[in-house]
């Protein structure tokens, strides 16, 4: 490249930040996580709650199914402790660390409960006959977290399981 002589003036540009606009950045990124935070945590806490409340409706139901398909008496009942490997008791009432699906002596399933999560029933288990899958007893099992709304699980007569959020605020 040939030199002509002519000087190039090259301008150099800064980039970046004043030094407000970085605090008016972290001013509003401040109150975004204020506003944002606590409803995570609410959202937290409800999926929590509706995932346990599912597992408690599915649970049932493969009881009941397990039961017609292979003819064969099916309980689920509350765990005496997380991982209990013990068989159901009728002592037992707390259905808040877990619960386990079992036929005869055998568990098939043990599902542990999630922690904040309450369950309240009256029922010390939940058992499908070999024949159309029906229980014993019909059962109710409401099931909170607190500051949020309890959700319900229903066992009719007919074996039919439903649940429903009621408008109820756990305290």
């Keep these: 490249m040939k030199n002509t002589g002519h000087r190039v003036l090259l301008r150099k540009y800064v980039t970046g930040f004043t030094l407000i606009e970085l605090m008016m950045t972290l001013s509003i990124s401040v109150v975004l996580l204020a506003i944002g935070v606590p409803s995570m945590r609410d959202l937290i806490r409800d999926a929590r709650l509706s995932s346990q409340a599912d597992l408690l409706v599915r649970t049932i139901n493969a009881a009941r199914m397990e039961a017609i398909k292979q003819r064969s008496n099916f309980k689920v009942c509350p765990a005496s402790t997380p991982n209990s490997a013990t068989a159901c008791s009728a002592l037992v009432t707390d259905w808040t660390n877990g619960w386990v699906l ?69 305290s």
């Design 102 to 170: 079992i036929s005869g002596t055998t568990i098939s399933q043990r599902i542990l409960g999630k922690s904040g999560v309450t369950i309240t029933t009256a029922a010390t288990g939940v058992e499908f006959g070999a024949t159309l899958g029906t229980p014993t007893a019909a059962s109710s099992f409401v099931l909170c977290v607190s500051g949020r709304k309890q959700q319900t699980v229903n066992v009719s007569a007919s074996g039919h399981v439903d649940k429903r959020i009621d408008s109820t605020v756990c």
